[in-house]
């Protein structure tokens, strides 16, 4: 027999997703800012692109549970069955640029306007990397404290 799983609590207090959405937002305004744009931080642009997967992976999940009570549910054979999702267990990313400066602290600023890249074809930087999902064991929090899980 399969027992009914009690759905988990979240709270919101200490379980802080990112606005990935304010992130495509300030991205559009500095497509419209083309001309004027400045330069974005690769570590910044790499972590937005690590947090839109992580989103995407929160947004799938919630659809999966909406399927689970609207259809899984409401059907005698079909709550019995495990629900489908998947699994972000890797992406790869190849990411083209142009570096644009280094600043003092070693921060490289890059820009990913398309009409740059065009014309400036033989000077392009390109980067490969993938995000690999593994579980958080330790959180390390600005002050310096750690967080374990049991």
């Known amino acids: 027999m399969f027992r009914r799983k009690k759905e988990p609590k979240t709270d919101k207090e200490r379980i802080k997703i990112p606005d990935v959405h304010k992130l495509v937002s300030d991205?559009?305004?500095?497509?419209?800012?083309?001309?004027?744009?400045?330069?974005i931080s690769l570590k910044n642009f790499?972590?937005?692109?690590?947090?839109?997967?992580?989103?995407?992976?929160v947004i799938a999940d919630s659809h999966a549970m909406k399927v689970k009570k609207d259809v899984y549910e409401r059907d005698e054979l079909m709550r019995h069955l495990p629900i489908t999702t998947f699994d972000l267990s890797e992406v790869e990313i190849e990411l083209r640029f142009l570096v644009e400066d280094v600043e003092e602290d070693g921060d490289v600023l890059i820009t990913t306007d398309p009409e740059k890249l065009a014309s400036l074809q033989?000077?392009?930087?390109?980067?490969?990397?993938?995000?690999?999902?593994?579980?958080?064991?330790?959180?390390?929090?600005?002050?310096?404290?750690?967080?374990?899980r049991d």
């Open 27 to 39: 991205a559009k305004q500095n497509e419209e800012n083309k001309k004027g744009s400045s330069p």
């Open 122 to 148: 033989a000077v392009l930087s390109t980067m490969k990397f993938k995000l690999t999902s593994k579980p958080l064991t330790e959180y390390s929090l600005t002050s310096g404290e750690k967080l374990l």
């Open 46 to 57: 790499t972590a937005s692109i690590a947090l839109a997967v992580l989103n995407a992976k």
